[in-house]
């Protein structure tokens, strides 16, 4: 089955301690993101990804790490936890990164940081 | 910067038709969606429409789109109980690759 996977989808921690966001895709996609999900503000766009060894900010990076070591994984770091980053993560791939290149979205990760 | 604007809240009684609208500040915009998230899952892609088009049909969605006034609805004809979700207009703007700029998203809320 065509998908994209998070892990973990719930994750409570404390302010400073490291973590990573799992993302994987099994659809071969090239284009990958990150975005964060906050009442009242909609998706929006931490990084992205347009192929292996290729990221680029989007509009919230900051806080955020992310690697593209292979095509089908798009890891999310926060090196440091802040409560302001307490929100709901979604990871999305899409063949391409041409424009109306469907996006396809995973499950999301609920993460609140203490 | 791209702005997508929607309504927080919709609330209608089964059987009868929802129009969820959106307005958008791109000109640019040359792809718009329609994304469905129910509680506790993923955004799912309901339909998209190309700025060329009017409108769109697709089963019980209509999809219209007014690019003078950069207006954008979805009509979901015999809302069900299933219907009940968190429904997101977003835009992909022409120099922005596959970038999407989402709107708030608009909660509706089906009755009995």
């Known amino acids: 089955e065509a998908q994209v996977t998070q892990n973990p989808r719930y994750l409570i921690t404390v302010t400073g301690k490291k973590l990573t966001v799992t993302c994987s895709q099994n659809?071969?996609?090239?284009?990958m993101s990150w975005y964060r999900q906050d009442p009242g503000l909609g998706l929006r766009q931490i990084y992205y990804s347009m192929n292996v060894e290729v990221t680029d900010k989007g509009d919230v990076p900051e806080g955020y790490k992310v690697s593209r070591k292979e095509k089908r994984n798009f890891p999310l770091i926060l090196e440091s936890p802040s409560p302001n980053q307490t929100s709901l993560y979604f990871c999305?791939?899409?063949?391409?990164?041409?424009?109306?290149?469907?996006?396809?979205f995973g499950p999301g990760t609920r993460l609140t940081v203490l | 910067g791209e702005d997508v604007e929607q309504s927080l809240f919709l609330s209608v009684r089964e059987g009868d038709s929802s129009v969820i609208n959106c307005t958008y500040t791109?000109?640019?915009?040359?792809?718009l969606y329609w994304y469905k998230q129910e509680p506790g899952a993923g955004l799912q892609l309901l339909t998209y429409i190309f700025s060329n088009m009017d409108m769109k049909q697709d089963q019980r969605l209509t999809v219209l789109l007014n690019k003078k006034d950069k207006h954008l609805s979805l009509r979901i004809a015999d809302t069900q109980t299933g219907d009940s979700a968190i429904y997101f207009c977003?835009?992909?703007?022409?120099?922005?690759?596959?970038?999407?700029?989402f709107g708030t998203g608009t909660q509706l809320k089906v009755e009995l």
């Open positions: 977003a835009e992909s703007p022409l120099s922005g690759g596959n970038k999407l700029t």
């Open positions: 791109d000109s640019s915009s040359t792809y």
């Open positions: 999305a791939s899409s063949l391409g990164a041409g424009v109306g290149d469907t996006q396809y």
């Open positions: 659809m071969n996609h090239e284009y």
